[in-house]
């Protein structure tokens, strides 16, 4: 791999998406409402009645997957109305509660596959209402907090599998407003800031779970533009640039754990090349080309120690591909080679 790990290092403790983590961590109530695949058995549309009936789904192997209750709809389909419970492949409960016409309603309970209870919580005419609780496979407590009409509201806790808290944070409408904490699973603070209708806004600090900062980064009031820089655990600075959307934007700069400069990105619009140049701990140029879609793409080229250019040619999909040119550290030509997708098809010398 040519490209330096340095941003992808740190990518790693940006803090994902707030309001997909409080949705991810309660049951998927979008999917309880829409119309559940058909089972193979007789349609209650052609009952000669329109007593509810009891409809099954089986997996491949012939274990029940699904049992749910119907009732014919206006239209003359089945709707979902009365229990409803879903298992895993290995049979154990997965979700169970109860539909008013095919709407989910009242208390609703949700499994891990080992047994252990998953989710918990209560809904009003299919929408995520009050309290709700989630669990790790283990049985240790994820996340706590309430919902109003299917939207997180107030306070949510989330917690690690070996107890100890993950963040904390407020949501109004759904979206995460005013400061959030990160905590690592050593209880070491992450991450922490202020977000807007669900975008930081202000400053953000992020630590490593040595309790060493990590990154440090300001944000416009629109929550789109920052500038950033992050450091090495041992303290030196890592990498320096700004970044729009969430992406990095312009000229960035990267330094080894040493406090040396190790290369400098400069990255355009969204897909577009991204223009790498890398040197040693000594300064000098050891390799320049382009990344697309964290692919190696386009002409790369290689230096000697002394400056000369070692080796170059072109890149596709992250291979060498195509007529590549050797060069010794007088600059004198060695030779030529052809490569097809990373695989060297000839060699030339001179």
Avoid at 313 to 337: I, S
Wanted: aromatic share 12%.
């Amino acid at each position: 791999m040519i490209r330096s790990n340095a941003l992808d290092s740190r990518r790693r403790f940006v803090m994902p998406c707030v309001v997909a983590l409080a949705m991810g961590a309660t049951p998927a109530f979008q999917a309880l409402s829409q119309e559940t695949k058909k089972p193979d058995t007789e349609d209650p549309a052609k009952s000669q009645d329109n007593a509810p009936q009891i409809l099954k789904e089986n997996y491949p192997d012939g274990t029940l997957k699904l049992e749910r209750q119907v009732k014919v709809g206006p239209q003359g389909k089945p709707i979902n109305h009365g229990p409803w419970t879903r298992f895993h492949a290995n049979a154990q409960p997965a979700e169970k509660g109860l539909f008013d016409s095919g709407q989910a309603d009242g208390v609703w309970n949700y499994w891990h596959a080992n047994g252990q209870l998953a989710k918990q919580g209560k809904f009003e005419k299919g929408k995520a209402v009050g309290p709700w609780k989630q669990w790790h496979p283990n049985g240790q407590i994820e996340a706590e907090g309430d919902y109003k009409s299917s939207d997180a509201e107030g306070v949510w806790n989330y917690w690690h599998p070996n107890g100890q808290q993950a963040r904390q944070g407020e949501y109004r409408g759904g979206k995460a407003e005013g400061p959030w904490t990160y905590w690592h699973p050593n209880g070491q603070k992450s991450q922490q800031g202020v977000l807007r209708d669900g975008m930081r806004v202000g400053a953000f600090r992020m630590w490593y779970a040595s309790g060493n900062k990590h990154g440090e980064g300001r944000y416009d009031v629109e929550g789109r533009d920052a500038d950033w820089i992050y450091w090495h655990e041992n303290g030196q600075k890592m990498s320096e640039g700004h970044e729009r959307d969430g992406r990095e934007i312009g000229e960035w700069t990267l330094w080894s754990k040493q406090g040396k400069k190790s290369a400098v990105a400069r990255y355009g619009q969204r897909d577009e090349p991204v223009a790498w140049t890398y040197w040693n701990d000594e300064g000098q140029l050891l390799k320049q080309g382009s990344f697309i879609k964290n692919k190696a793409e386009g002409v790369w080229s290689y230096f000697h120690p002394n400056g000369q250019k070692s080796e170059e040619g072109p890149m596709k999909a992250g291979e060498r591909h195509g007529l590549w040119t050797r060069w010794d550290n007088a600059g004198q030509k060695l030779g030529e080679d052809t490569f097809e997708n990373g695989k060297k098809a000839a060699a030339k010398s001179e």
